[in-house]
C-alpha cells in the first residue's frame, strides 16, 4: 500500500509528461535501477525506491524523503543531485515524499540526514547524467569522451549540444551502469554555493504547508485535557455543559485523558473550559526541591554505572599536588516549538491515514499499527512541514492520541494542543547534574579526569569517549539514572547541549588554575591524544585542532582591547566539530555579549545559506537557554505554562555572531545541532573572565542579577 500511495503521488508530480526519463535510486545501495519512460500512466508495479525524473522540457524532479524540520534539508537534498547531474539549478524541482519503507531512514534528528544520503545521492545524479551521455553518444555516433555535460545541456566538442530533455526518452531506453565516476570536491559549482531555501516563495505568501493547515473534509478538530501533574490519573469528569455548546459532537476519555471533539477549534477551545474533572494521586508528585535533594544524594552515593575507567583514578588523585573539583546542574526545559503539537489520523477498517509534522515518520507508523493492532502496511503516513521540533517531534505521542481518539470516534480528527498543553504536558530536555574532578601534578599536567553524572531520565547522562577523554592517562566516568515520573526525550543536541557547557566551563578552570591559556591547553591535550592517545576515541584531533585554531585566529584570540573579554569552548558531537569564542563587554559593571565566532568543521557545506543558518539559530538557541530558560515543578505539576513566566531569549539580546567553516573536502556530517553544545561554556568563560565569577548552575540568570538584562 506504501508504494502505491508514493506512486500515485508521484504521479500527481508528473501528470501530462510524456516521453520523460524517470531512474529509480535505490535507498540502501544508491544503485540506480532499470529507467522506464514516464506515460500519462504507468504499472504500479515498478520496483522504485526513490524517483529522480527528468521531463521533456529538462526540469528535474526528486522526492525528499526526510522530514523538512527548518534544517534545509529539502532544499539540500536536490543540490546534491543538481551537481552531480550538472542540471541548471532553477530547473531543479523537489517534493516532500510520505513515509516510504523503501527510503530507509526517513528521520529528522541526530543530525545524520545528510552524512546517510552524500553518496546515494550523488550516485542518482552521477548514473542519470551517464546515460544523457550515452544516449547523445549514439544519437551523434561519437564517442562519449568527445562529451561533456554543463546546465542541462550534454556538449560535443564542436559545439553541437542537446539539452536533457530531448535526450530522456532515448536515455530512458539504455540498461544502467553498476559504477558510475563522482565529481571530485575541486569541481563542485553548485556545492557549496549559497542557495535560498525552496519552500521560501510558499513560506512568504504564507501557503499551508504546515500540520497546523492540515485540511480534510470532514474532519473534526479536538483538544485533550491531560493531568494536571505528572503523578496524578482521571478519576472522574462530568462534561455537561460542554455537550450543550454549539459545535461540540463528543467528550470521550481513554486512558487518563478528555478529549473535546466540534467542528472548530475555537469551539473545542470553549467547551473545553467548562469540563470538569476529578483526579488522584498515582505516583509521587515530585518538586525542583526534592530533584535537588536526589541529585546531591546519588552524586554522594557510591553506587553508579561505570561508562569508561582508563588506568588508576584513585591513585592519580592519591598523589595529585592540586585536585580541582567543580558541579554543574542545568533544570528540566521544554522544546517550545512556534507551531504546537498536532495531528491528523484517520482510521477505517481498510486502513488508516496520518498526516502531520513528525520527525519520526516511521516510529508514527509503527506505534499506532501496535496500539491498533493492525500491520504497520495499513497505515499511511503524510508528511507535513514543520514549525519546529527540537527533538520533541521524535516522540510520537501526539499522534498516538490522534490515532486513538480517531478509532473511537470513528471520524477523521485532527488533535491540536494550546501552548500551555506543549509546555506542561512533556516531553522534556532532562534535568541533570555533574561532578568533575581533575587532579595535576607539579608541572601543571592534568593526571586524572573524573566525571559522574546523574540525570532524571537521562539514560546516560555522559559521553563517555569525547575529548578530553583519549589525552589523559587516568579517567573514570559515571552515570546514575534517576527514574523520575516526569516524562524526558531528546531535546537539541540531547545530553551534549549541557554537557558540552559543563565540561568546558571547567577544563577553563582547570587551565586557569595550571596558569595556562586555556587554548593552548586544549591544544597541549590533544597533540597528547596524536602522539599517544589512550583507549578508544572518538574524534580526530587532527580536526580538532584545525577547528580551535582557526577560531583563534578570526577571533583575535587573547589581542582584545581593553574592556573587551573572551572566553573559548569546543566540542565534538554529530561528528562534527564547532569552537567558538565569546566575546563580552563590561561598561558601568554591567557584562554584555557583544559577539561570538564559531568556526565549524562538518566536512563539506552542501548549502552555505543553510550552513549559516543552521549555526546562527543554535548559537542564538544555546545562549537563550542557557542564560534564561528554567522549568520548575511543584506537586508535580510545571510552574510554567506560557510564556508569560517561561524567559526565552529576546530579539535584542541577540548578539553579532561570526560564522566560518572549515573547507578540507572530507564528506559531510551533522549540522543542526553541533554548534549548540558550545555556546553555553564560551560565554560562561567569558563572563569569568569579565567578572571573576564562575557559573555553576543553569540559567545564568539565576547566578546573578547584573545577567538579568545580558544584551
Known amino acids: 500500500m506504501e508504494n502505491i500511495q508514493s506512486r500515485r503521488n508521484f504521479l500527481k508530480i508528473t501528470s501530462g509528461i510524456t516521453g520523460g526519463l524517470i531512474l529509480g535510486f535505490?535507498?540502501?545501495?544508491?544503485?540506480?535501477?532499470?529507467?522506464?519512460?514516464?506515460?500519462?500512466?504507468?504499472?504500479?508495479?515498478?520496483?522504485?525506491?526513490?524517483?529522480?525524473?527528468?521531463?521533456?522540457?529538462g526540469k528535474v524532479i526528486i522526492y525528499s524523503p526526510n522530514p523538512e524540520i527548518g534544517q534545509g534539508i529539502k532544499t539540500a537534498f536536490p543540490i546534491i543531485v543538481a551537481e552531480e547531474l550538472d542540471v541548471d539549478w532553477k530547473d531543479v524541482i523537489v517534493k516532500q515524499a510520505d513515509l516510504d519503507k523503501k527510503f530507509e531512514r526517513q528521520v529528522t534528528g541526530g543530525s545524520g540526514a545528510i552524512k546517510h544520503s552524500w553518496d546515494r545521492l550523488r550516485k542518482a545524479g552521477a548514473t542519470a547524467k551517464y546515460l544523457l551521455k550515452e544516449a547523445a553518444a549514439q544519437r551523434w555516433k561519437v564517442n562519449m569522451s568527445e562529451l561533456k555535460t554543463e546546465k542541462g545541456f550534454?556538449?560535443?566538442?564542436?559545439?553541437?549540444?542537446?539539452?536533457?530533455?530531448?535526450?530522456?526518452?532515448?536515455?530512458?531506453?539504455?540498461?544502467?551502469?553498476?559504477?558510475?565516476?563522482?565529481?571530485?570536491?575541486?569541481?563542485?559549482?553548485?556545492?557549496?554555493?549559497?542557495?535560498?531555501?525552496?519552500?521560501?516563495?510558499?513560506?512568504?505568501?504564507?501557503?499551508?504547508?504546515?500540520?497546523?493547515?492540515?485540511?480534510?473534509?470532514?474532519?473534526?478538530?479536538?483538544?485533550?485535557?491531560?493531568?494536571?501533574?505528572?503523578?496524578?490519573k482521571l478519576k472522574s469528569f462530568d462534561a455537561t455543559e460542554a455537550k450543550k455548546m454549539s459545535g461540540i459532537v463528543n467528550v470521550v476519555s481513554f486512558g487518563n485523558k478528555v478529549a473535546i471533539v466540534g467542528k472548530s477549534t475555537w469551539e473545542v477551545m470553549q467547551a473545553r473550559k467548562t469540563v470538569k474533572y476529578e483526579w488522584e494521586k498515582e505516583k509521587d508528585l515530585e518538586s525542583t526541591?526534592?530533584?535537588?535533594?536526589?541529585?546531591?544524594?546519588?552524586?554522594?552515593?557510591?553506587?553508579?554505572?561505570?561508562?569508561?575507567?582508563?588506568?588508576?583514578?584513585?591513585?592519580?588523585?592519591?598523589?595529585?599536588?592540586?585536585?580541582?573539583?567543580?558541579?554543574?546542574?542545568?533544570?528540566?526545559?521544554?522544546?517550545?516549538?512556534?507551531?504546537?503539537?498536532n495531528f491528523f489520523a484517520h482510521?477505517?477498517?481498510?486502513?488508516?491515514?496520518?498526516?502531520?509534522?513528525?520527525?519520526?515518520?516511521?516510529?508514527?507508523?509503527?506505534?499506532?499499527?501496535?496500539?491498533?493492532n493492525i500491520a504497520p502496511e495499513k497505515i499511511t503516513v503524510e508528511l507535513t512541514k514543520m514549525g519546529g521540533g527540537f527533538g520533541r517531534r521524535l516522540n510520537s505521542d501526539y499522534a498516538l492520541e490522534a490515532a486513538e481518539l480517531s478509532s473511537i470516534i470513528k471520524a477523521p480528527v485532527r488533535v491540536m494542543w494550546t501552548r500551555e498543553d506543549d509546555m506542561t504536558g512533556g516531553i522534556y530536555r532532562p534535568a541533570v547534574k555533574y561532578r568533575f574532578k581533575a587532579s595535576i601534578d607539579k608541572n601543571g599536567n592534568m593526571t586524572g579526569f573524573y566525571l559522574k553524572g546523574v540525570g532524571m531520565n537521562a539514560g546516560n547522562a555522559t559521553r563517555q569517549d569525547n575529548f578530553p577523554v583519549g589525552a589523559v592517562e587516568n579517567v573514570l566516568i559515571e552515570s546514575v539514572d534517576y527514574k523520575s515520573s516526569i516524562t524526558t526525550g531528546p531535546w537539541r543536541a540531547p545530553i551534549t547541549n549541557f554537557l558540552a557547557s559543563a565540561e568546558q566551563s571547567f577544563l577553563d578552570e582547570v587551565a586557569v588554575a595550571v596558569g595556562?591559556?586555556?587554548?593552548?591547553?586544549?591544544?597541549?591535550?590533544?597533540?597528547?591524544?596524536?602522539?599517544?592517545?589512550?583507549?578508544?576515541?572518538?574524534?580526530?584531533?587532527?580536526?580538532?585542532?584545525?577547528?580551535?585554531?582557526?577560531?583563534?585566529?578570526?577571533?583575535?584570540?587573547?589581542?582584545?582591547?581593553?574592556?573587551?573579554?573572551?572566553?573559548?569552548?569546543?566540542?565534538?558531537?554529530?561528528?562534527?566539530?564547532?569552537?567558538?569564542?565569546?566575546?563580552?563587554?563590561?561598561?558601568?559593571?554591567?557584562?554584555?555579549?557583544?559577539?561570538?565566532?564559531?568556526?565549524?568543521?562538518?566536512?563539506?557545506?552542501?548549502?552555505?545559506?543553510?550552513?549559516?543558518?543552521?549555526?546562527?539559530?543554535?548559537?542564538?538557541?544555546?545562549?537563550g537557554h542557557a542564560m534564561f530558560a528554567n522549568l520548575k515543578f511543584k506537586n508535580g505539576a510545571p510552574e510554567e505554562s506560557n510564556y508569560d513566566k517561561y524567559r526565552l531569549i529576546r530579539y535584542n539580546e541577540v548578539p553579532e555572531i561570526e560564522v566560518h567553516f572549515v573547507n578540507n573536502g572530507i564528506d559531510p556530517t551533522g549540522l543542526g545541532e553541533p554548534a549548540l553544545p558550545p555556546t553555553g561554556g564560551a560565554i560562561a568563560n567569558a563572563i569569568f573572565k569579565a567578572t571573576g565569577k564562575r557559573l555553576y548552575s543553569q540559567p545564568f540568570i539565576l547566578a546573578d542579577e547584573k545577567l538579568e538584562n545580558f544584551v
Not at 500512466?41 to 520496483?47: A, K, P
Not at 575541486?186 to 497546523?212: C, H, M, R
Not at 599536588?321 to 533544570?331: F, S
Request: hydrophobic share 35%; with cysteine.
Open 289 to 341: 526541591d526534592d530533584h535537588n535533594r536526589i541529585f546531591n544524594e546519588l552524586l554522594n552515593k557510591k553506587e553508579a554505572e561505570i561508562r569508561r575507567k582508563d588506568g588508576d583514578i584513585e591513585t592519580a588523585f592519591k598523589n595529585a599536588y592540586k585536585v580541582i573539583e567543580a558541579e554543574y546542574q542545568c533544570p528540566f526545559i521544554p522544546h517550545n516549538p512556534m507551531e504546537p503539537m
Open 26 to 57: 535505490n535507498w540502501f545501495s544508491a544503485n540506480a535501477t532499470e529507467t522506464e519512460i514516464i506515460n500519462s500512466t504507468f504499472s504500479s508495479s515498478l520496483d522504485f525506491n526513490s524517483f529522480l525524473a527528468i521531463e521533456p522540457t
Open 154 to 232: 550534454v556538449i560535443h566538442t564542436s559545439g553541437k549540444k542537446l539539452s536533457y530533455g530531448e535526450l530522456a526518452e532515448e536515455a530512458s531506453k539504455l540498461k544502467v551502469p553498476e559504477k558510475v565516476e563522482l565529481k571530485k570536491f575541486a569541481d563542485y559549482q553548485l556545492i557549496g554555493s549559497t542557495i535560498k531555501g525552496v519552500d521560501n516563495p510558499d513560506l512568504l505568501v504564507g501557503k499551508p504547508l504546515f500540520g497546523i493547515d492540515y485540511q480534510k473534509e470532514g474532519m473534526l478538530h479536538a483538544q485533550i485535557q491531560r493531568p494536571p501533574a505528572f503523578g496524578m
Open 516 to 623: 595556562k591559556d586555556p587554548i593552548q591547553f586544549r591544544l597541549e591535550l590533544l597533540e597528547k591524544v596524536k602522539s599517544n592517545p589512550i583507549g578508544k576515541i572518538t574524534y580526530e584531533p587532527n580536526r580538532f585542532i584545525e577547528t580551535i585554531k582557526m577560531v583563534a585566529e578570526k577571533s583575535n584570540w587573547g589581542k582584545q582591547k581593553k574592556g573587551i573579554y573572551q572566553g573559548f569552548s569546543v566540542y565534538f558531537s554529530h561528528f562534527s566539530y564547532v569552537a567558538q569564542v565569546a566575546q563580552v563587554e563590561v561598561k558601568k559593571g554591567k557584562p554584555t555579549l557583544k559577539k561570538v565566532f564559531a568556526v565549524t568543521d562538518c566536512g563539506v557545506v552542501v548549502n552555505q545559506s543553510g550552513a549559516r543558518n543552521q549555526v546562527y539559530g543554535a548559537i542564538v538557541d544555546g545562549f
Open 347 to 372: 482510521v477505517r477498517e481498510d486502513g488508516v491515514t496520518l498526516a502531520g509534522p513528525t520527525q519520526n515518520p516511521q516510529s508514527a507508523q509503527q506505534q499506532v499499527a501496535k496500539l491498533l
